[in-house]
């Protein structure tokens, strides 16, 4: 079975702070993705990043950066020089990667509700 | 392109009454996910299907729930006999491929309330 373990549930921030959302996977399969969502007031979900498995290089995107570690099983989101646009609530994401025609069903974790003040 | 489209946005029914939840995939997607989330909860799969047949509903309640995906038309979402535990954002997704896990394309959710 799959979980996702966010646990840390809300962070406050100040503008311009930097901060980090921890994300902890369990997985018995050696092959999977991870993701990150974010989820304004207004309800939608938007796609942030995709990870595959076998890639644990850091990404970096602007002022948000993910550090992979597989030994650990985190995926951890950081945001740097944070704004009041980042208030959001943020999901962390599992799945397989089957490639069988199986689906590709996603496990959320609880997600971390952010917000940063000006 | 337009994306993934879901209808209504909000939905308000009485205990008892039944509720229809529709989803457009994006043009070329054949495969569909639901999913739940109830208040202060992340999202939880409820059923995955792809034209004409539900592949996986692991995580659909055993009764009232039922979905959908005809050859033509939209993918339908039904409640029936709504009771207040309902009320959540049901989000579909949907992808263009079965077999690897691409990204899914979310829709912008549906909120029901049930009164």
């Known amino acids: 079975a799959q979980k996702v373990t966010q646990a840390q549930t809300e962070i406050s921030v100040v503008e311009k702070e930097d901060v980090t959302l921890d994300c902890v996977y369990e997985?018995?399969?050696?092959?999977?993705?991870l993701f990150w969502y974010k989820q304004p007031p207004s309800g939608e979900l938007v796609f942030l990043i995709r990870?595959?498995?076998?890639?644990?290089q850091n990404e970096i995107s602007g002022r948000y950066s993910w550090n992979f570690q597989k030994s650990t099983s985190s995926f951890n989101f950081t945001i740097t020089a944070s704004q009041v646009v980042d208030s959001a609530v943020y999901f962390c994401?599992?799945?397989?990667?089957?490639?069988?025609?199986?689906?590709?069903?996603?496990?959320f974790g609880k997600g971390i509700t952010l917000s940063v003040r000006p | 392109n337009a994306g993934v489209m879901q209808n209504p946005r909000h939905l308000v029914r009485r205990r008892g009454q039944e509720a229809r939840l529709r989803c457009s995939p994006m043009?070329?997607?054949?495969?569909v996910y639901w999913y739940r989330q109830l208040p202060e909860e992340g999202l939880k799969f409820m059923v995955y299907?792809?034209?004409?047949?539900?592949?996986?509903e692991s995580g659909m309640p055993k009764e009232r729930f039922s979905a959908e995906f005809p050859k033509e038309g939209p993918s339908i979402l039904r409640i029936q006999q709504v009771v207040r535990g309902d009320s959540a954002a049901y989000f579909c997704?949907?992808?263009?491929?079965?077999?690897?896990?691409?990204?899914?394309?979310f829709g912008p959710g549906t909120r029901l309330t049930v009164l």
């Open positions: 994401a599992l799945s397989e990667a089957v490639i069988t025609g199986a689906n590709s069903k996603l496990t």
């Open positions: 997704a949907s992808s263009p491929l079965s077999g690897r896990a691409t990204e899914q394309f």
């Open positions: 997985t018995r399969d050696t092959t999977y993705y």
């Open positions: 299907l792809q034209k004409e047949n539900i592949i996986d």
């Open positions: 990870r595959n498995s076998f890639d644990e």
């Open positions: 043009k070329g997607h054949s495969h």
